[in-house]
């Protein structure tokens, strides 16, 4: 997704709506390379100690004891029947996903690790990828995006006003949809992996964070096995090179498509980062409204 434009004598990175100066400058977004090693590392730091099993199905309940057929039918005992099994909620003490991130943000695809989910299908998929691209609140950011590149003027050439504004508009929301079906439908149906995020909801705050970054490069198949993340990392990059098709041909470099590559992984980390304590901020901040939310 293309945030903004700038003048490349001024600046030589981009980060989310701000551009960063020379002199702050780290490299690190000059290539989806450096930023797929750091996530890479996290992943390790922290894969031996999550405990992330989805779809290991809870062996049955062993069945209630059965009266002896040898016994006296005849007996007076009084007939004594077993009682209840009771059984503790997994997730007595996790707070669950949901729907929304304070109501408004989509947070369709971000399940908790004690949830037992069957494998996505293809027409899942593809819905997820149509849910978050059409749903109402996906106008917020390409609205804002394009208000912001208009008033930089990060692309002159679409001109100013109402329709330099619609320009604007329509280039965002082309970025944004086209990464979504890439990342979200088209590549998992073929490399066969789960768009699923889930959290890992225990242990300290660098661990969990550590995790959920680390899943931008680290997620899993439809069968529940650990791979590396394509449809991230080649969705976002296939994204990143469709958009020089309708950019202005001073866009059309590919140390800007490097950059958008890295920028694109880089806020799916961050917004992994977000849906990994969302549930914990959730809890405490809107406990009250905790049952009404979760009924959306």
């Given amino acids: 997704m293309r945030l903004a434009s700038c003048p490349p004598r001024e600046t030589s990175a981009r980060w989310g709506l701000f551009c960063f100066p020379k002199s702050l400058d780290f490299g690190l977004f000059h290539s989806p390379g450096a930023f797929i090693a750091l996530a890479g590392i996290l992943f390790w730091a922290t894969a031996g100690r999550a405990q992330d099993t989805p779809y290991q199905v ?21 007939d004594v029947s077993p009682g209840p099994v009771t059984q503790t909620p997994p997730s007595a003490d996790r707070a669950p996903q949901t729907k929304r991130i304070l109501g408004i943000i989509p947070n369709f ?128 990059g296939a994204s990143s090179g469709l958009s020089t098709l309708y950019y202005p041909s001073r866009e059309r470099s590919l140390g800007n498509v490097g950059t958008e590559w890295g920028l694109d992984v880089g806020i799916d980390s961050a917004s992994f980062l977000v849906r990994e304590f969302w549930p914990d901020v959730n809890r405490k901040l809107f406990r009250s409204k905790a049952s009404a939310t979760q009924s959306r």
């Fill in 109 to 236: 695809r971000s399940v908790s690790t004690d949830q037992t989910l069957p494998p996505q299908t293809v027409k899942e998929k593809f819905f997820d990828a149509t849910q978050d691209s059409f749903d109402y609140s996906s106008v917020f950011i390409p609205g804002f995006l394009a208000g912001y590149s208009m008033a930089t003027n990060a692309y002159p050439e679409f001109g100013h006003g109402g329709v330099g504004y619609a320009r604007y508009f329509w280039h965002a929301a082309v970025d944004q949809t086209s990464e979504n079906y890439l990342v979200e439908f088209i590549v998992p149906t073929v490399t066969r992996e789960d768009t699923r995020f889930y959290t890992l909801s225990h242990g300290g705050f660098l661990k969990r964070a550590g995790y959920a970054m680390s899943r931008a490069v680290v997620t899993r198949t439809d069968t529940g096995r650990e791979t590396f993340n394509f449809s991230e990392v080649v969705g976002s």
């Fill in 58 to 78: 809870p062996a049955p309940l062993p069945d209630a004891p059965q009266a002896s057929v040898a016994a006296d039918s005849s007996s007076a005992s009084p």
